[in-house]
């Protein structure tokens, strides 16, 4: 089982930029792929961002594609959301999960990964 624990979230002005970190505890973090989502008041649970185990292929959703990137460093059992340019939209509670690398499931979903952070508030003002 991987613990998962977010930070580098807060408050930034529109335009701004966030780095959000995603630190691993247990072993093995290297065999699991890793997603960064997100939820804003009243609204699912969506998709961000997934990097996969190894750290050469990666996806966006297209509402962050251009402006975000992910990244993982194994040997610091830490995975990473840099947000560029940031927009009062991108405002809700942003979630690094992960699952076995190996999975077939759609790293696009929610049901796609097994172990979740506790989230961290990212808030965009105008």
């Known amino acids: 089982q991987v613990q998962l624990v977010e930070s580098g979230g807060g408050l930034v002005q529109a335009g701004g930029s966030l780095r959000l970190s995603c630190a691993a505890s247990?072993?093995?973090?290297?065999?699991?792929?890793m997603g960064w989502f997100r939820q804003a008041p009243g609204k699912e649970r969506e998709f961000v961002a997934t990097?996969?185990?190894?750290?050469?292929?990666?996806d966006y959703a297209d509402s962050v594609k251009g402006r975000f990137t992910i990244s993982r460093d194994n040997a610091k059992n830490t995975a990473y959301l840099q947000m560029n340019s940031l927009k009062p939209e991108d405002t809700a509670v942003y979630y690094c999960?992960?699952?076995?690398?190996?999975?077939?499931?759609?790293?696009?979903?929610?049901?796609?990964?097994?172990?979740w952070g506790q989230g961290t508030q990212v808030t965009v003002s105008y």
């Open positions: 999960a992960t699952v076995w690398r190996y999975t077939t499931r759609d790293s696009r979903t929610v049901a796609g990964y097994d172990n």
């Open positions: 990097i996969r185990w190894f750290g050469g292929a990666t």
């Open positions: 247990g072993r093995f973090f290297s065999e699991y792929n």
